[in-house]
C-alpha cells in the first residue's frame, strides 16, 4: 500500500485541521491507511513541547507585542534553517518514522518539518518527494520558504504572490486552497442558512477562543439581541458555559450554548455570520462555508494575513470591542442582508472546497517529480 506521511505541530489549530482534512482526502483517495499523521515534536518530548506549546498560547493571547517581536525576529532570522542540531530529538523521531512508515512522499503542514527533511536527505536519509501545505494566509513566515520542496500549496492566490516575491519557482507554487473538511462539498447546497431577504431571522455564530478579549461580554451583548438566533461555541469554558446558558433561557429567538465541538463546519454553513477571532482555520472553513466573519480580535503576526485576506476583498470586517460587533452585525443585516449578501458573494470568489482532494491527487499522481533533494 503507499503511504503518505503527514507532518503537523500544535502551535495552532491551523496547522492540524489542514493535516486531518488532507489526511481523509488521501485516504478517500488511495484507501484507508494510506495517510499517516504525525506530530514528531510531541512524539519528541511530549512535556517539553507541551510547555512550549502553553508558552506559545500564553504569548500570544496575554503578550501579543512580545509574540510580535519574537515573531518578526524568527522570519528575519536564519537559526532555524542552518542549525538543525537544534532538533535532535525531532530529527531521531523522524528517521525512525521513514524508516517504519517507508512512505512514498511527506506533505507538511508545518514548515519545520521540512527543514528536517531536508536536513536527513543531506545526510544519507531518503530523498522522499516533499511538499509544503502552507496554513498562512498574506503574513507568510518566511520557514515556509526556506526549505527545499517539490510543491507548495498556497491558500490563495494573495498567498501565492508573497511566495512568489520570495523566489519560489512558480512552477512548483499550486493555488489550492486550504485543506477543509469533505462536508463542505458534499453538504454545499444542502446546508444553508434561511433567507434573510425573505424575512427569516438572522443567525449568528459566536466561536470563543481561550484568550479571546471580550469574549464574555461580546456574547452576552449578542444574546441580548432577541430578534437574532445566536449560537455560542465556548470550548472548555464551563463557567461561561453556565452563565451563558442562563442568560438564553426563555429568549423568544432561540439560542444553543455549546462546548467544544466537532460541528464547527455544519455551524457555519448553517449561520449567517461567524464571529471571531482570525484563526487560520476558522477563516478558511469561514470562507469555504460562504459564511462572513466578524473578526473580533486578530493575533499579531500569523493572524494578521487572515483578516487581511477579508479586507482586500471585502469579505467581512474587523469589530474589536463588544459595540463594534454588534454596531457591524447590524449594518450587515439590514435591508434584508444587503451588506451580508456582498461579503459571501466576495467569499465564493476565495473558496476552493476541494482543495484537500486536490492536493491528495497530486501528491498521489503517478507520475511524482524528481525529489527536491536530487535537484540542481
Known amino acids: 500500500m503507499t503511504k503518505i506521511l503527514v507532518l503537523t505541530a500544535g502551535f495552532g489549530e491551523g496547522h492540524n485541521a489542514a493535516a486531518r482534512a488532507l489526511a481523509a482526502a ?10 499517516v ?13 507541551e510547555l512550549v506549546r502553553r508558552t506559545y498560547l500564553s504569548l500570544i493571547n496575554r503578550a501579543p507585542r512580545l509574540w510580535i517581536r519574537f515573531y518578526r525576529w524568527s522570519d528575519r532570522s536564519s537559526l532555524v534553517a542552518n542549525t538543525p542540531a537544534l532538533f535532535f530529538r525531532e530529527l531521531r523521531v523522524l528517521r525512525r518514522l521513514l524508516a517504519r512508515e517507508q512512505p512514498a512522499a511527506v506533505c507538511c503542514t508545518f514548515p519545520v518539518a521540512t527543514l528536517l527533511l531536508e536536513h536527513l536527505a543531506r545526510t544519507g536519509g531518503p530523498a522522499l518527494p516533499r511538499y509544503n501545505i502552507v496554513t498562512d494566509s498574506i503574513s507568510i513566515h518566511s520557514l515556509w520558504c526556506r526549505g527545499a520542496c517539490d510543491g507548495w500549496f498556497v491558500p490563495n492566490e494573495d498567498s501565492a504572490a508573497v ?6 519557482n512558480p512552477a512548483r507554487v499550486h ?16 446546508l444553508a442558512p434561511p433567507d434573510l431577504a425573505a424575512g427569516a431571522a438572522p443567525r449568528v455564530l459566536h466561536i470563543i477562543n481561550s484568550g479571546t478579549r471580550h469574549a464574555a461580554e461580546t456574547a452576552r451583548r449578542l444574546l441580548a439581541e432577541e430578534d437574532w438566533e445566536i449560537t455560542c461555541a465556548v470550548g472548555r469554558n464551563e463557567g461561561l458555559h453556565r452563565q451563558l446558558a442562563a442568560l438564553a433561557a426563555g429568549r423568544r429567538r432561540p439560542a444553543t450554548i455549546l462546548g467544544w465541538t466537532k460541528e464547527v463546519p455544519r455551524l457555519l454553513m448553517t449561520h449567517h ?3 471571531s477571532k482570525a484563526g487560520g482555520a476558522t477563516t478558511q472553513e469561514a470562507i469555504n462555508a460562504l459564511c462572513p466573519m466578524v473578526v473580533s480580535q ?39 442582508g444587503r451588506v451580508l449578501a456582498g461579503w459571501r458573494d466576495a467569499l465564493s470568489r476565495l473558496a476552493h472546497p476541494t482543495a484537500a482532494q486536490d492536493i491528495a491527487r497530486h501528491v498521489l499522481a503517478p507520475s511524482a517529480p524528481v525529489p527536491a533533494a536530487s535537484l540542481p
Open 26 to 35: 488521501l485516504d478517500r483517495e488511495a484507501g484507508p491507511g494510506t495517510a
Open 37 to 49: 499523521i504525525a506530530d514528531i515534536f510531541a512524539l519528541a518530548a511530549p512535556r517539553y513541547n
Open 163 to 168: 511566495v512568489l516575491q520570495a523566489g519560489l
Open 175 to 190: 493555488v489550492s486552497g486550504f485543506p477543509v473538511p469533505a462536508i463542505f462539498t458534499e453538504q454545499a447546497g444542502v
Open 273 to 275: 455570520v461567524v464571529v
Open 298 to 336: 486578530v493575533v499579531p503576526g500569523q493572524e494578521e494575513g487572515n483578516y487581511e485576506l477579508l479586507r482586500r476583498h471585502r469579505a467581512g470586517t474587523l469589530a474589536e470591542s463588544p459595540d463594534a460587533v454588534i454596531a457591524a452585525l447590524r449594518l450587515a443585516f439590514a435591508d434584508r
